[in-house]
């Protein structure tokens, strides 16, 4: 069974760098075959990909973020870390981490997402 928890601030000031991280358990962040992904969810709308990183250890950035996200990894905790600069309110929004099963977003596990709200 693995699980996955995000962490970080829920208020970020705009202009501010947006640090996330989540804590895989129960499987390693560098088991072949799995995608470790950012998704959002805007108040009122859809899930957004944001990016991934591979059990390998490339990124993967979704073209509306692209800009200004950066996702890295820690493999001795078993972490993966989105940065988002530049916030606007724009960015407020329930953040998830996932494990994509595919590279082409199935994704098997989800952590239990996190509120960040920009505002000053």
């Known amino acids: 069974q693995v699980q996955l928890q995000e962490s970080g601030p829920g208020l970020v000031k705009p202009s501010q760098t947006l640090s996330l991280t989540c804590t895989a358990s129960g499987d390693s962040i560098t088991a072949r075959g799995y995608y470790w992904t950012w998704i959002r969810q805007p108040p009122g709308k859809g899930l957004e990909y944001i990016g991934a990183i591979a059990y390998f250890g490339v990124t993967y950035y979704g073209p509306s973020l692209k800009s200004r996200i950066s996702i890295s990894r820690d493999t001795s905790k078993n972490q993966f870390t989105l940065q988002l600069s530049s916030v606007t309110p724009e960015d407020t929004a329930v953040y998830y981490c996932?494990?994509?099963?595919?590279?082409?977003?199935?994704?098997?596990?989800w952590g239990q997402g996190t509120q960040v709200t920009v505002s000053s």
């Open positions: 996932a494990r994509d099963f595919t590279s082409v977003g199935a994704f098997d596990y």
